[in-house]
């Protein structure tokens, strides 16, 4: 079975467009919270003077905790929102 197909083979060869809709929601949303941490712990963790090609071992812990933090948070507010949905 196909990923992007109807649930099994179709003579007609046809695609599933809810399917492909939804793949492409996932991929903007992942690409969103990529952006969005990248751009929040490239701010906080890397000084704006590159002085080296690599990122020194302070730069690099920084950025492990600032991803780190960025999903616990995610994952929190992930509960929160279903918690809150479960008891609408």
Known sequence: ???????????AGGVNHERIEMAINEIDMVS???NRIVSSCHAKCISPRYAEGDLNK??????????AKFFEVNK?????????????
């Open 76 to 88: 929190k507010v992930g509960e929160k929102m279903q918690s809150a949905g479960a008891s609408a």
């Open 1 to 11: 079975m196909s990923f992007l197909g109807r649930g099994g083979p179709s003579p």
């Open 58 to 67: 302070g730069e690099s812990v920084c950025i492990d905790r600032c991803v």
């Open 32 to 34: 969103d919270v990529f």
